[in-house]
């Protein structure tokens, strides 16, 4: 079984650069889920991929976008960057199958933004 | 509006003592609670959810809605214990989005 990937690992970009962070699910999941973690906080919910359509969105501007693909990966597009956006960024896969929803994230190790 | 509170950013117990993580909610629709758990160089993971009334590592959580509290104990803490704690809801069978707390950083001490 393979776990859920993030990549990169870390970056770093200069304020009003766009950047893309991709995700490759665990294998069986079809749900993927983005969380900004800021230092010393706990994981906030961006927004949720289903079916390859946005299904849940948190409170975060229009400027974070992103995408599912067939085989369920996944990227989170950041554009016009600021220096709040610097935190670590975390994807994590779910099963969701019909009306039932295991509930249970796995989550990758992250993809670590710097914006300078 | 924060939905999920942990008052502890860290606790610190001795080896074998009793340990008490507390999360309390704010929610006004049907919340399912979890605690999820980050070991040092490990990737955040689930510990245990209330509607699976399992104990986990010897961890259990009671889901008190009278007083909206959902907080993780275990009687006896071990060294390998220590790690992240986060408290989190979300809307029942929904699976959809996830309010975490702010964390606790438990250390038990040898």
């Known amino acids: 079984e393979t776990g859920v990937t993030q990549s990169p690992t870390h970056l770093i970009k200069t304020r009003g650069q766009q950047v893309t962070l991709r995700c490759s699910s665990q294998?069986?999941?079809?749900?993927v889920s983005w969380y900004q973690q800021a230092l010393g906080q706990g994981p906030q919910f961006i927004f949720q991929y289903y079916r390859e359509e946005e299904n849940g969105r948190g409170n975060f501007p229009p400027r974070f976008s992103g995408l599912q693909f067939p085989n369920y990966s996944s990227e989170l597009n950041v554009n016009a960057l600021e220096l709040d956006d610097s935190a670590l960024y975390l994807c994590a896969s779910s099963l969701v199958r019909g009306a039932s929803v295991t509930g249970e994230l796995f989550f990758g190790e992250g993809s670590r933004l710097t914006v300078l | 509006a924060q939905r999920v509170t942990q008052p502890e950013k860290l606790l610190s117990v001795f080896k074998g003592a009793p340990v008490e993580l507390k999360c309390n909610y704010s929610y006004s629709g049907s919340p399912e609670l979890f605690w999820y758990v980050q070991y040092s160089r490990q990737r955040l993971q689930l510990l245990l959810r209330?509607?699976s009334r399992e104990s986990i590592k010897g961890f259990t959580a009671d889901l008190n809605k009278g007083e909206t509290s959902f907080h993780l104990k275990k009687p006896f803490a071990q060294e390998e214990d220590s790690a992240m704690y986060y408290c989190?809801?979300?809307?029942?069978?929904?699976?959809?989005?996830?309010?975490f707390g702010t964390g606790t950083s438990l250390t038990v001490i040898p």
């Open positions: 294998s069986g999941h079809n749900t």
């Open positions: 209330h509607i």
């Open positions: 989190a809801l979300s809307e029942a069978n929904t699976g959809n989005q996830f309010y």
